[in-house]
């Protein structure tokens, strides 16, 4: 059975989320969000980089969020969850797919180092500011993909919604997204209104 390596709030939520959505059995193996759990011998050897997400699938071992959600579509999804290289919207899939992880996250993750996650004295004020102003420029360019219904793809929920989905995530735990945008807001509510992100967050 999928074996998912998951800290609660961590990226490793997307995985957790993408099996639900598809319907694939897992086994959740909590791992405590600290140095002592991530760095730990016994996990490095699962995930050398010491951080969560990570998979076990048969024989396969994968660490990357995005890999894994598109390696577990590919596999095991099927559409309309997935596109595929003959669709007309694959290329924008895949795009949000990674602008999901590498466009969206990576001024969250700065946001929230210097406000919550380092101690007091080495937070940096400005580091945490630009972040912000970073983020919500990011959020002006998902708005202008979206509209009053539907996924970024259109009418079909995909793994593209699951990877930007937990950007919106971790904003809205960060208390960004009471400012934004009305498109985006309002996919960010539908988003939480799918009962398969809810049991990947109660999980
Ligand atoms: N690009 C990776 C990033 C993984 C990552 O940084 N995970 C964080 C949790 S959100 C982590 O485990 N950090 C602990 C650390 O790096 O020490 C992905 O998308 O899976």
Redesign the pocket.
């Known amino acids: 059975m999928l074996k998912i390596y998951h ?1 609660k709030q ?2 490793s939520l997307r995985v957790v989320w993408l099996a639900e959505e598809i319907g694939m059995p897992h086994e959740i193996v909590h791992m405590p969000f600290n ?1 002592a759990a ?2 730990a011998e016994e996990f490095l050897r699962v995930n050398p ?5 990570a998979i076990e699938d048969g024989g396969v071992r994968m ?4 890999a894994i959600c598109q390696y577990l579509t590919e596999r095991y999804g099927h559409a309309p969850f997935k596109k595929t290289l003959g669709d007309p919207e694959y290329p924008a899939y895949l795009q949000w797919i990674h602008a999901g ?1 590498a466009t969206l996250t990576p001024p969250l993750g700065a946001i929230a180092q210097h406000t919550l996650v380092r101690p007091v004295e080495r937070r940096i004020g400005q580091v945490a500011a630009e972040a912000q102003d970073t983020f919500r420029e990011r959020m002006k360019v998902l708005e202008l993909h979206l509209s009053e219904t539907g996924y970024l793809l259109g009418e079909d929920f995909t793994a593209a919604d699951v990877m930007v989905g937990y950007a919106l995530h971790l904003a809205a735990l960060l208390g960004l997204m009471r400012e934004a945008p009305h498109d985006v807001g309002n996919y960010w509510a539908r988003l939480q209104q799918r009962p398969a992100y809810q049991r990947a967050v109660a999980a």
């Open positions: 800290a961590a990226r140095p991530l760095k980089f010491g951080a969560v997400p660490t990357e969020s995005g992880e």
